[in-house]
Structures are given as structure tokens and as C-alpha cells.
């Protein structure tokens, strides 16, 4: 009992040393919970988006509109795993979808997907923020304020 008396002394003094975690690192990201865009159920979209955000002044409500650049989901390999039903954000917290989802073509080729998806509470604005925030970490990607 000596020791787990000593031990539990000594405990908030190790931890008063120990180094003080970021929140936006001390996220581990695996292959399990890692942050997910998919076009079609079970194929994930390799390519990174850009997105754009816009938000409410009162914070009511926002937009984030996703722009894919020659998608994986429009190679010849994947023609076979289904059709686009939508854009799915896919993370350990479970999933958010949108159907807001249009193909733009040159010369009757496929080139780009852009998404839109609408957050029309703080809670959904905040969950959305939270994936992005596993999606970045997961691809390694910045955020830009804009001026």
C-alpha cells in the first residue's frame, strides 16, 4: 500500500513537468479512425479538395464548398465499384453527407466534382470544423484565413 501511496503523490508532480499537449497534434491519427472523403460507399477519394468556407456573422449558419480536381472516382478502374449517391465526410464520429454534388466536363470528359455542404447550426458548423481538422491532419493540409 506504500507504494501506491508514494506513486499516488508522486503522480501531480510528474505530470506538472510532463509536456503540455497541443490539441490541434495531440490527435493520433490510424487507418481506422482516420478522416475520409468518399463519392461512391467504400471508395475512398484519394484526391485532396479545395475548400471553401463561408460562415454566418452570427454564426448561425454556414456553407464549405468542396472542389476535386480529376477525382480517383472518375478513373476507368472504378466505373465497376457503383455510382456517385453523393459526398459522404466519413470520421470516427460517424458521417455527414450531402447530395450537392455536380460533375464539370471539357469536351464531354469529366475533370472536376464540386460539393457544396450546408451547416445550418453552430453544432453542425462545429462538427464539420472537427472533421476537417482530422481530414487536414490525416492529409497534411494548412488552413488560410482569408484577408
Known amino acids: 500500500m506504500k507504494t501506491v501511496a508514494v506513486l499516488a503523490s508522486i503522480a501531480p508532480i510528474a505530470a506538472a513537468f510532463a509536456p503540455v499537449a497541443s490539441p ?3 490527435r493520433v ?3 481506422l479512425d482516420a478522416a475520409k472523403i468518399e463519392f461512391i460507399r467504400g471508395l475512398e477519394e484519394k484526391v485532396v479538395p479545395d475548400v471553401k468556407l463561408t460562415r454566418a456573422k452570427d454564426g448561425s449558419s454556414g456553407t464549405a464548398t468542396f472542389k476535386f480536381a480529376n477525382p480517383n472516382v472518375f478513373d476507368a478502374s472504378t466505373t465497376a465499384q457503383g455510382d456517385i ?5 466519413i470520421d470516427d464520429e460517424g458521417e455527414m453527407t450531402t447530395n450537392d454534388v455536380n460533375a464539370n466536363f471539357v469536351n464531354g470528359k469529366p475533370q ?3 460539393s457544396m455542404i450546408v451547416m445550418q447550426s453552430p453544432g453542425e458548423w462545429d462538427r464539420f470544423m472537427r472533421f476537417m481538422e482530422r481530414y487536414a491532419e490525416a ?3 494548412g488552413f ?3 484577408g
Open 144 to 146: 488560410t484565413k482569408a
Open 85 to 89: 449517391t453523393g459526398m459522404f465526410l
Open 24 to 26: 490541434s497534434f495531440s
Open 29 to 31: 491519427s490510424t487507418e
Open 112 to 114: 472536376s466534382i464540386e
Open 139 to 141: 492529409n497534411d493540409l
